[in-house]
């Protein structure tokens, strides 16, 4: 009796970002991303390729803060652009001079598995190559003692978030995607989520 596919997970708190490959078909959602990982105890970075949805992409460098954002502008043009360049090629190391190093976060990932021939599944260690599960702010793993303070910055900071991430939705709509396309793409696939970011968004402008 062969045993279900249930992956193993692991944990990592940064990731290196040198190459972001995709397709721009609308209905294209996965993204490859060849970077790297900080192996503890050793002194040179390890060579690691990941596969994650796009709207997970947009979540890494959400979390990158400004260094993510001409990442994100490259990312736009070349929806837009008439080139047909396939696959689509998002070279980070050229466009930021170096390694776009993205921390504070905890990465679930997990290796493709295989089944071997007596039904058992196995993780594939052919290759330095994982799915990304999710990935979420470091503070939610650690749960400190949180004055209000600090639970007010991490709240304006989530905030802050959200807001760039509808301002990428907005800019994809404007670019002629659709509404689905460009939520899934820009992480706003939840409804009550995305509600938040109109409010968010409105509240903002109001201030201004």
């Not at 997970?56 to 837009?80: N, Q, R, V």
């Not at 930021?96 to 021939?117: A, C, F, H, S, W």
């Not at 260690?125 to 994982?130: A, D, H, T």
Request: glycine content about 2%.
């Amino acid at each position: 009796m062969s045993k279900s596919y249930e992956p193993k997970y692991h944990l990592i708190e940064e990731i290196y970002l040198k190459e972001i490959i995709f397709e721009k078909r609308q209905d294209s959602t996965d993204v490859t991303i060849f970077g790297y990982y900080e192996k503890p105890f050793e002194e040179r970075l390890k060579r690691v390729d990941y596969c994650c949805e796009f709207s997970m992409l947009t979540d890494l460098l959400l979390f990158a803060k400004e260094e993510g954002e001409p990442i994100i502008s490259a990312i736009t043009d070349k929806l837009t652009d008439n080139d047909t360049e396939i696959p689509t090629i998002i070279d980070v190391e050229n466009i930021l001079g170096r390694l776009l190093k993205i921390e504070n976060i905890v990465l679930t990932i997990y290796r493709p598995m295989q089944e071997d021939e007596n039904g058992e599944w196995k993780e594939d260690v052919s290759e330095e190559f994982y799915f990304i599960d999710s990935v979420v702010p470091k503070e939610k793993f650690e749960q400190p003692k949180a004055s209000n303070d600090s639970l007010r910055n991490a709240l304006a900071e989530h905030f802050i978030l959200l807001e760039n991430a509808y301002k990428y939705y907005l800019q994809l709509l404007s670019f002629e995607f659709s509404e689905k396309v460009s939520r899934k793409k820009a992480g706003l696939e939840d409804e009550l989520l995305f509600r938040m970011a109109i409010i968010n968004h409105q509240i903002i402008k109001s201030n201004e």
